[in-house]
């Protein structure tokens, strides 16, 4: 089998230095390559922390290196509630996303982006949650725009999280379809060349509704304050079914 390229996401902000060096140029010297993308958090505009993406810390060491932000909407102990907190925290994770990079730079850059919902088993995902998630992705990114920017949701989650993969299968049954997931199966900790791609250790057991687009093979690329790694599925188009929907930040600082 083949490997797809190489894909990056931290919890911390992509400056962070350690041995002198920031996470983008560990990954890059470790690699032996840049990244195509780096995920990092959107959850409000009024939520704190390094955890969140930091645009003015972020954006043009991102830019500069041309590595795309891979959105990932964290309310990880939400997932398994109702419908209706689906709706409030898409409507508030729509809008830190929007905000951060602006209407008009997201729509200039083809108005289409993905963000993936974080789903790390503990909670597992419902399908209630899911069903007001989705559907709210799209209503509000139109609201928020004005027209012209459309969230695509996603779905992290690991691979033996059946409840969560049958949650969305469930919702597919129900025109309530997800785009794309991402699966989580470590079979290396720490940092860790690709392996082939293996459809048998990273496909989940559930038969999905969407592409698994991105499998995150290793944790913990130079520990907590370091980076997981990630490749893209070798066999999809990986700039038209990913990385277009993925925002390359502005080259100045913008949104609050």
Not at 249 to 255: E, L, Q
Request: hydrophobic share 40%; glycine share 8%.
């Amino acid at each position: 089998m083949a490997k797809g390229k190489l894909g990056v996401d931290s919890s911390v902000p992509v400056n962070t230095e350690i041995e002198g060096k920031s996470l983008v140029q560990l990954a890059t010297t470790v690699f032996n390559a840049t990244p195509v993308f780096w995920g990092r958090y959107f959850t409000s505009v009024a939520t704190a922390g390094d955890v969140e993406y930091r645009h003015l810390k972020e954006n043009q060491i991102l830019r500069q290196n041309n590595i795309r932000v891979l959105p990932i909407a964290r309310q990880t102990k939400h997932v398994n509630s109702s419908q209706a907190q689906g709706i409030a925290d898409a409507q508030a994770n729509v809008k830190d996303l929007i905000t951060t990079f602006g209407q008009d730079y997201l729509a200039a850059q083809g108005g289409t982006f993905f963000l993936f919902l974080d789903v790390e088993g503990t909670p597992s995902l419902s399908a209630a949650y899911f069903k007001g998630w989705v559907q709210t992705l799209e209503s509000a990114s139109f609201d928020l725009s004005d027209g012209p920017v459309q969230i695509l949701p996603g779905v992290y989650g690991n691979h033996d999280d059946e409840p969560t993969w049958e949650a969305v299968a469930t919702c597919a049954d129900q025109d309530i379809v997800c785009q794309g997931a991402w699966v989580a199966r470590w079979v290396h900790h720490a940092c860790h060349d690709m392996d082939d791609w293996d459809d048998q250790m990273v496909l989940p057991k559930t038969e999905l509704p969407c592409k698994v687009l991105v499998w995150q093979y290793s944790d913990e690329c130079y520990g907590g304050n370091g980076f997981d790694c990630n490749q893209t599925n070798p066999s999809i188009d990986v700039d038209q079914e990913l990385l277009s929907q993925l925002v390359l930040p502005p080259d100045i600082a913008g949104g609050v």
